[in-house]
């Protein structure tokens, strides 16, 4: 599912219009149906509702005529506060504000804080509020009677659903340009759009439900559309049964080199969430003394004992042994527990462009990635990297808050730099292809925000790539399935005790759930 910016939709809205010949009145027209159907689900009777609407001039406001004239038709009895004149109103809006006025549907005009003050009791005494504003053209700031209606809608006890976007919000930025509406549910029409999906926007937003409105799905697939919402069909081909004659040689075999004294247990993580996955094989190499606590762990794991440093970290001197060891590997994991000792950094950037298998780059690989990013384009085969904020700020030499607020063009440029698929963790985790694509990842919850979770994902996304041909494929369905181990995970037990464990604990729920889809 696309995620589109305003120009976007506006540019499908007139292809759909002006080149397909659908009226525009009917995409409005299906826009209100579709909100009126959701009123329904929540509130199946709305007739015994006190419902209003509030609504300004443009398309937005149209579509809330609909609503309240299918209401109106229903049963209910909607009135409409138009915060403009009904003079002003023009175009697909107005055809049907006329069509609502014929039927005796109350509209209001609101064209002064005085007006407003006479009739905002309306706003307090409903039951469901309807905000149809402001769609997704805003670009500055609500103020004047905009931003004090916004302040009585927030501050009503009724329920607040929003038409496509809430009134204050930009949809072109997860960032809130001012006072917006605070609403319980949003209905987003044909495609979500940037607010809907990240915070602190994204807050505002509450449930959201993207809602069909006739537009063909086909105009949807276009190129220049870079930006996706990974859905649970786009993932299940990446979960199939498994075939009968199949066996441990059918799904990969994984080296691993990860860990050092006192930090055994990323490795640890990561073998087992890639065991987990069902690889086939998978085999650890660690720094010799660290190889006692890893070998423990699990008995299903395979160790390799590498030269180490005085600090007991994996040594450069490991490099001819751990090249060695590719020897019928199908990928690599490099980096979860490693360090970045002098001789491990060394180590780490004589063995990388070395590799003619695709590599996963974690943790302490990436802190010594830092250095010298160039090292990714000398690489063969593709690899995937999968920092968190910090790490990622580290490899573009910008600040946390810069990767934070600008992660939406930072993640897809350093993909395309270095031709690598970015995996930038956090919430709405972001996979960015080295074609410019971008994809959104919509599970996972807060109790995963803890030491190792990183690790187990590296683990699983190292599995995937073993056992599928699809390397981007296997990415995606990997942050979908370390996201949904996570939200089951919190189902149970609840978000705050949630350690990375028990994301391993519960993936094998996760992978069936997938698995019976």
Same mark, same amino acid.
């Given at each position: 599912?696309?995620?589109?910016?305003? +120009?976007?939709? +506006?540019?499908?809205?007139?292809?759909?219009?002006?080149?397909?010949?659908?009226?525009?009145?009917?995409?409005?027209?299906?826009?209100?149906?579709?909100?009126?159907?959701?009123?329904?689900?929540?509130?199946?009777?709305?007739?015994?509702?006190?419902?209003?609407?509030?609504? $300004?001039?443009?398309?937005?406001?149209?579509?809330?005529?609909?609503?309240?004239? %299918?209401?109106?038709? =229903?049963?209910?009895?909607?009135?409409?506060?138009?915060?403009?004149?009904?003079?002003?109103?023009?175009?697909?809006?107005?055809?049907?504000?006329?069509?609502?006025?014929?039927?005796?549907?109350? *509209?209001?005009?609101?064209?002064?804080?005085?007006?407003?003050? &006479?009739?905002?009791?309306?706003?307090?005494?409903?039951?469901?509020?309807?905000?149809?504003?402001?769609g997704t053209g805003l670009l500055k700031p609500l103020d004047g009677l905009f931003a004090r209606v916004v302040e009585d809608i927030n501050a009503a006890r009724g329920f607040r659903l929003s038409v496509d976007v809430p009134s204050g919000l930009s949809s072109d930025t997860f960032q809130t340009i001012g006072p917006c509406?605070?609403?319980?549910?949003?209905?987003?029409?044909?495609?979500?759009?940037?607010? /809907?999906?990240?915070?602190?926007?994204?807050?505002?937003?509450?449930?959201?439900?993207?809602?069909?409105?006739?537009?063909?799905?086909?105009?949807?697939?276009?190129?220049?559309?870079?930006?996706?919402?990974?859905?649970?069909?786009? *993932?299940?081909?990446?979960?199939?049964?498994?075939?009968?004659?199949? /066996?441990? $040689? =059918?799904?990969?075999?994984?080296?691993?080199?990860?860990?050092?004294?006192?930090?055994?247990?990323?490795?640890?993580?990561?073998?087992?969430?890639?065991?987990?996955?069902?690889?086939?094989?998978?085999?650890?190499?660690?720094?010799?003394?660290?190889?006692?606590?890893?070998?423990?762990?699990?008995?299903?794991?395979?160790?390799?004992?590498?030269?180490?440093?005085?600090?007991?970290?994996?040594?450069?001197?490991?490099?001819?042994?751990?090249?060695?060891?590719?020897?019928?590997?199908?990928?690599?994991?490099?980096?979860?527990?490693?360090?970045?000792?002098?001789?491990?950094?060394?180590?780490?950037?004589?063995?990388?462009?070395?590799?003619?298998?695709?590599?996963? !780059?974690?943790?302490?690989?990436?802190?010594?990635?830092?250095?010298?990013?160039? !090292?990714?384009?000398?690489? &063969?085969?593709?690899?995937?990297?999968?920092? %968190?904020?910090?790490?990622?700020?580290?490899?573009?030499?910008?600040?946390?808050?810069? *990767?934070?607020?600008?992660?939406?063009?930072?993640?897809?440029?350093?993909?395309? &730099?270095?031709?690598?698929?970015?995996?930038?963790?956090?919430?709405?985790?972001?996979?960015?292809?080295?074609?410019?694509?971008?994809?959104?990842?919509?599970?996972?919850?807060? $109790?995963?925000?803890?030491?190792?979770?990183?690790?187990?994902?590296?683990?699983?996304?190292?599995? @995937?790539?073993? @056992? @599928? &041909?699809?390397?981007?494929?296997?990415?995606?369905?990997?942050?979908?399935? %370390? $996201?949904?181990?996570?939200?089951?995970?919190?189902?149970?037990?609840?978000?705050?005790?949630?350690?990375?464990? %028990?994301?391993?604990?519960?993936?094998?729920?996760?992978?069936?759930?997938?698995?019976?889809?």
């Amino acid at each position: 599912m696309k995620i589109l910016t305003s +120009r976007e939709m +506006r540019e499908i809205d007139r292809t759909a219009i002006e080149d397909l010949g659908i009226p525009g009145v009917v995409l409005m027209e299906n826009a209100g149906l579709q909100v009126v159907r959701t009123i329904r689900e929540f509130f199946p009777e709305p007739e015994r509702m006190r419902i209003i609407v509030v609504a $300004g001039k443009g398309n937005n406001g149209g579509d809330g005529f609909v609503v309240a004239r %299918h209401l109106f038709l =229903s049963g209910a009895r909607p009135e409409v506060l138009l915060l403009a004149s009904k003079d002003e109103v023009t175009g697909d809006a107005a055809t049907n504000l006329r069509i609502a006025l014929n039927m005796g549907v109350p *509209v209001e005009e609101v064209r002064t804080p005085a007006r407003w003050n &006479k009739l905002r009791a309306k706003v307090f005494q409903a039951s469901v509020i309807i905000d149809a504003i402001f769609g997704t053209g805003l670009l500055k700031p609500l103020d004047g009677l905009f931003a004090r209606v916004v302040e009585d809608i927030n501050a009503a006890r009724g329920f607040r659903l929003s038409v496509d976007v809430p009134s204050g919000l930009s949809s072109d930025t997860f960032q809130t340009i001012g006072p917006c509406v605070n609403a319980d549910l949003t209905v987003t029409l044909a495609a979500p759009k940037i607010a /809907h999906v990240f915070p602190p926007a994204a807050d505002c937003v509450g449930e959201f439900i993207v809602a069909p409105i006739g537009i063909p799905p086909f105009l949807f697939d276009r190129p220049e559309l870079k930006l996706e919402f990974v859905e649970e069909e786009a *993932v299940l081909p990446f979960f199939k049964p498994r075939e009968r004659d199949s /066996h441990k $040689g =059918s799904y990969g075999h994984l080296l691993a080199l990860c860990g050092s004294v006192g930090k055994t247990g990323a490795a640890v993580l990561a073998g087992r969430a890639a065991l987990a996955m069902g690889a086939g094989l998978v085999t650890v190499a660690t720094a010799e003394s660290a190889l006692p606590v890893v070998a423990r762990s699990m008995a299903e794991l395979m160790t390799e004992p590498l030269p180490e440093t005085p600090k007991r970290t994996i040594a450069r001197e490991a490099l001819p042994r751990a090249l060695a060891l590719l020897e019928g590997k199908n990928a690599v994991l490099v980096g979860p527990g490693m360090s970045t000792d002098a001789s491990t950094a060394d180590f780490v950037r004589g063995f990388l462009p070395k590799l003619k298998v695709p590599a996963v !780059i974690d943790a302490d690989g990436l802190n010594i990635l830092a250095a010298d990013p160039d !090292i990714l384009l000398r690489l &063969k085969r593709p690899a995937v990297l999968t920092p %968190h904020p910090g790490e990622f700020a580290r490899l573009t030499g910008r600040t946390v808050p810069e *990767v934070l607020s600008d992660r939406l063009t930072l993640a897809p440029a350093f993909a395309m &730099k270095y031709g690598v698929y970015l995996v930038l963790k956090g919430y709405r985790t972001l996979t960015a292809a080295p074609d410019g694509r971008v994809f959104v990842n919509p599970t996972g919850n807060p $109790g995963m925000a803890t030491g190792g979770t990183g690790d187990v994902l590296s683990g699983l996304i190292a599995s @995937q790539i073993i @056992q @599928q &041909k699809d390397l981007l494929g296997a990415v995606l369905s990997a942050v979908y399935v %370390h $996201g949904l181990a996570g939200d089951i995970a919190a189902e149970k037990m609840g978000e705050r005790p949630l350690l990375a464990g %028990h994301l391993i604990r519960y993936l094998p729920r996760a992978l069936l759930e997938l698995e019976e889809e």
